[in-house]
């Protein structure tokens, strides 16, 4: 390619181009007419490019790459030490070798036979879709798809290349771990940054808007069970709106649903305003709306009231792990958020099943799920889980206290009251009372409670509320991982609080990794035992999921019996396994040990369509009650919404379903409304603009423009990077969270460019997008010599001698060595004036003086860092 004419500073790394706009025409003369294109060993002509190649979820990078006959070839080297991926080259250049995550994926390719050899399959290419050049072999970007499911996709007019892929690759997995430990840091109060954003109150402001459209039509054959009132045709269309603002402050949350089969029911709608303010001590959170009650008594409508309490949204380390499972869709994935924090994310197995370990933190752990799956209508659901363990540190006091009507045709009153003290660092105690009008056999319900840590492997917590129940809790960790959680609770006969009978429940469950050289597996063990007058209920679970040669796979088998029948045990079994050209199957099947039959048999297969579609076909036939249901879905995402299709087929109807999702959010930065395709109400975002700070004064000031290609990490969100105006947008935070943004401070390519303060916190504000301004520094640079001028011998260099550098204050800025030949150069000067000179406690030593003794000089504001040369000073030694 032609060479772009750049000058640079005597041994300094910083290059400046030297173009204007009337050097331009000649330029594209010059690379008209002298470019040179590269020649392969077949006589093609290969044309080098410059491209930009960005991965999801790790980010972008330039690199160099050949265009021909309208097909991009990739450096091979290049792109897998970008994505981590081992490989070695030949000392020749025309072979790499290495593996593909795993160890036994081990690949080669190789030029001199023009083939590749991955998992022992060999694939023979043309001499024509491998090139070697320069000393570095370059392949067809087609194939990283078709062989290693790294799709590339590039785009001829801005010349870049989105890779996608759903292998979990090293560098992925490198961020995440660093994410989570970012994170646990969060909970543990480690991490310090160099600058904190803190919260700004608002009046008014209105930002996010969610909203979700479903419609249904189903056809009935007149034979068909379900063909009642001679109506063959069902229709139906809901839609949810979901307005998130701030008012008075405070964060307003309001949530529509309406069906057109259904009415409008208040239960079916939402509001909620929260007021929290974590530097208060007294009251940090006013809840008003609909409340989180964590009542002791049965409440199966929501409650309308107001919540106070000096909890704060945030906690402020961990000291343990509590294990919890749960069960999602079939390879749904699944995010941990402690407290609001991102703690682990992990893939579901072929079942649905998966498990934490869940960090323990002071107060009250709200562990909440956020699930993942292939369809819009179900792509977010959150599931709040109270652990049974509750601690404070030493002497700390908390309180929560609710106040509401629950929302049922009696509107029954309802309030709360809990206290909790930290006796010390392992025992916290509380207590409160309850009441519920609808309950006759004790309204006011007082109750006391306990968590105790004894040592690091045992934690256990006892409840006691008078007239109602007693429970306790018990969690014990054993070597090898095992861990054994039990509970037990005794209800009161005749208590009503509580909408059962029982007079007691038992629950044990043993779980315990199981982890081979070729296998890791989790195993889980359940028993649970209810009894009621004249009657035991008891049932047991054993519960198998693991990952064997690449194939995920889950059996789960149940025992039910009752003291007044036969026990009844069935099976189920599933797994997940990957098919060529990118495709999934997923058999499942159910077994009934009693009847000695197979009582459902079901086979679903799906595939990614480029990286945004998502194609399924299924088939479910259930023996018992003979029904079968063939199913076809289609899911694609836009930028601004998701968007759904499906259709079903059962014995006597069929029905079609169409979803669309999305969400709209406020920009107050441009006055712009940005379209998203997931729901934003009730979270926060960040608008992330770097800025060359040409004056180096922390401000943003008129004239200083943005500037492209700031590297960073942060600990949560959705990262989507506008390259056109270069602005970052972060989405998807959790409101009241503290998150860590950590800056690469060699993002920028013009080492003049710094980033002074790398590590930022900043406190999330629920439905606003809050502007965060990065000032990039552009730092001056001071370069010379130092002479050695002994009268008796000629002019000479002289190195290790020290370069003190001073403000106009007198103040050192900055000092520096002379290298071996004399020359010296420091990087690191704001604009200004500056005065150089020899370090004095040095020439004391050396018995010299220096010539000038000074020199002043300025450094002047520009884009690129302005460079000052040409200081030079002469040593002269003192005579004897």
Not at 158 to 179: D, G, H, V, Y
Not at 621 to 636: D, E, H, M, Q
Request: proline residues 4%.
């Amino acid at each position: 390619m032609a060479n772009i004419i750049a000058y640079r500073s005597k041994k300094s790394n910083r290059y400046s181009c030297g173009i204007n706009c009337k050097k331009w025409i000649v330029i594209l003369l010059f690379i008209f007419f002298y470019a040179k294109p590269v020649y392969s060993q077949f006589d093609d002509i290969y044309d080098e490019i410059s491209v930009l190649l960005t991965v999801q979820r790790i980010g972008s990078i330039e690199m160099a790459a050949i265009i021909h006959n309208e097909q991009v070839y990739l450096p091979v080297k290049e792109v897998f030490d970008f994505l981590k991926i081992k490989n070695n080259p030949a000392t020749d250049f025309n072979k790499i070798e290495g593996y593909l995550i795993d160890p036994k994926a081990i690949y080669l390719i190789d030029k001199t036979k023009n083939q590749i050899i991955f998992y022992d399959k060999v694939f023979d290419l043309s001499p024509q879709d491998m090139v070697v050049t320069d000393n570095i072999l370059y392949l067809k970007s087609s194939y990283f798809g078709q062989i290693f499911g790294l799709e590339c996709v590039f785009n001829i007019r801005s010349l870049s290349i989105n890779l996608n892929t759903k292998l979990e690759l090293p560098a992925i997995r490198e961020m995440q771990q660093e994410f989570m430990r970012q994170n646990r840091g969060t909970l543990s109060g480690e991490i310090k940054a160099d600058t904190v954003l803190k919260r700004k109150f608002s009046l008014f402001h209105l930002g996010m808007l969610d909203w979700s459209v479903i419609t249904t039509q189903e056809k009935v054959n007149s034979t068909g069970i379900r063909n009642t009132n001679n109506k063959t045709n069902i229709n139906n269309i809901r839609i949810n709106l979901g307005l998130g603002a701030i008012i008075a402050g405070g964060e307003t949350n309001i949530y529509l649903d309406y069906n057109k089969t259904d009415k409008i029911k208040t239960q079916q709608q939402f509001f909620r305003w929260r007021y929290a303010n974590n530097n208060s001590t007294w009251l940090r959170q006013i809840i008003a709306g609909r409340v989180n009650t964590s009542a002791i008594s049965t409440i199966l409508f929501p409650v309308n009231g107001i919540q106070l309490t000096n909890a704060p949204t945030s906690y402020r380390r961990s000291f343990g792990n509590y294990r919890i499972s749960s069960k999602t869709g079939p390879g749904w994935m699944v995010e941990l958020y402690v407290n609001g924090i991102l703690i682990n994310y992990l893939k579901a197995d072929a079942s649905g099943f998966f498990t934490f370990e869940v960090p323990i933190v002071y107060g009250s752990s709200i562990v909440k799920f956020r699930f993942y799956g292939p369809w819009g209508e179900e792509q977010v659901q959150e599931q709040n889980i109270v652990t049974p363990f509750s601690f404070l540190p030493a002497r700390e006091f908390e309180y929560n206290v609710t106040a509401g009507i629950v929302s049922n045709a009696n509107k029954t009153l309802f309030t709360r009251a809990n206290f909790n003290y930290g006796l010390n660092s392992r025992v916290t105690a509380g207590g409160g009372i309850e009441y519920l009008s609808s309950v006759t056999s004790r309204k006011p319900m007082p109750f006391v409670n306990a968590s105790i840590r004894a040592g690091t492997q045992i934690l256990f917590s006892a409840e006691y509320t008078y007239g109602v129940r007693a429970k306790t809790t018990f969690n014990f960790k054993l070597p090898y991982n095992l861990q054994v959680d039990a509970n037990y609770i005794k209800y009161k006969r005749g208590q009503t609080a509580i909408m059962n009978n029982f007079d007691d429940e038992r629950r044990i469950v043993l779980s315990a990794p199981i982890r081979t050289k070729k296998f890791v597996a989790f195993s889980r063990l359940s028993l649970y035992q209810i009894t009621i007058p004249r009657l035991k209920f008891t049932t047991a679970e054993l519960l198998l999921s693991g990952v064997l040669a690449g194939v995920s796979a889950n059996i789960t088998t149940s025992a039910i019996y009752t003291t007044s029948s036969s026990p009844v045990l069935s099976s189920n079994f599933s797994a997940t396994f990957r098919l060529p050209k990118g495709f999934r199957m997923t058999p499942q099947a159910q077994y009934q040990y009693n009847n000695k039959e197979w009582s459902m048999l079901k086979c679903e297969i799906d595939k990614n369509i480029s990286s945004n579609g998502f194609l399924n076909v299924g088939y479910e036939k259930n023996i018992v009650a003979k029904t079968n249901f063939v199913t076809l879905g289609i899911r694609y995402n836009f930028s601004f919404m998701q968007a759904a299709f499906s259709v079903r087929q059962g014995n006597n109807s069929i029905s079609t379903t169409e979803a669309g999702r999305g969400s709209i959010f406020y920009n107050e930065n441009n006055k712009k409304f940005i379209f998203n395709n997931l729901s934003n109400v009730g979270l926060g975002g960040l608008i992330i603009l770097p800025y060359l700070d040409i004056n180096c004064n922390g401000k943003r000031d008129r004239g200083e423009p943005k500037v492209a290609g700031l590297n960073f990490t942060v600990n949560g969100g959705r990262v989507e990077q506008n390259l056109k105006d270069t602005v970052i947008q972060i989405t998807g935070l959790e409101a009241y969270t503290n998150y860590f943004i950590k800056m690469d401070k060699a993002s920028f390519d013009n080492v003049a460019w710094k980033i002074s303060h790398p590590t930022v916190s900043v406190v999330v504000e629920p439905n606003y997008l809050k502007v965060l301004e990065i000032p990039v520094a552009v730092m001056g640079e001071a370069s010379g010599m130092i002479y050695l001028n002994d009268i008796a011998q000629s002019k000479k260099s002289k190195g290790r001698v020290l370069i003190n550098f001073y403000d106009h204050n007198s103040n050192l800025v900055g000092r520096t060595i002379s290298e071996a030949d004399g020359y010296f150069s420091f990087l690191g000067l704001a604009p200004g004036a500056y005065t150089a000179r020899i370090d004095e406690n040095q020439l004391q030593n050396l018995r010299m003086i220096s010539y000038p003794a000074s020199i002043p000089f300025e450094i002047k504001p520009d884009n690129e860092g302005d460079v000052v040369e040409k200081l030079e000073f002469d040593l002269i030694p003192l005579l004897k």
